[in-house]
Nanobody, 127 residues
Framework: QLQLVESGGGLVQVGGSLRLSCAAS????????MGWFRQAPGKEREPVAA???????????YYADSAKGRFTISRDNAKNTVYLQMNSLKFEDTAVYYC?????????????????WGQGTQVTVSS
């Protein structure tokens, strides 16, 4: 059974940075995608970024418009961990951030294309 554990959330000021981590255990990956979603109070869970790869490749990254230029998704194969580096944080980035794993061949931004989800980590951006 695959397990995903997020960490790295917290309280940060506007303009600050955080790095979220998502550690996967219970399975190895040869061809998959891992994504980050977020959900603010009273809003739908929305895609933030994803990384899709096949064996022997660096993979391909995808970003929501709100994340482009500020967030970077990356992967450490040896640690089975995906990171989300978030810079220039804004108030509207406040949300619970979830990582998820899904099969390679499906759309990166759709929730239904992910089979496994973490419990989430809270990110709060304040003045």
């Amino acid at each position: 059974q695959l397990q995903l554990v997020e960490s790295g959330g917290g309280l940060v000021q506007v303009g600050g940075s955080l790095r979220l981590s998502c550690a996967a255990s219970g399975r190895t990956f040869s061809a998959d995608k891992m994504g980050w979603f977020r959900q603010a109070p009273g809003k739908e869970r929305e895609p933030v970024a994803a990384l899709r790869w096949t064996a022997g490749t660096a993979g391909w990254t995808y970003y929501a418009d709100s994340a482009k230029g500020r967030f970077t998704i990356s992967r450490d194969n040896a640690k089975n961990t995906v990171y989300l580096q978030m810079n220039s944080l804004k108030f509207e980035d406040t949300a619970v951030y979830y990582c998820a794993v899904g099969p390679y061949g499906s759309t990166w931004s759709e929730r239904k294309s992910y089979d496994y989800w973490g419990q989430g980590t809270q990110v709060t951006v304040s003045s």
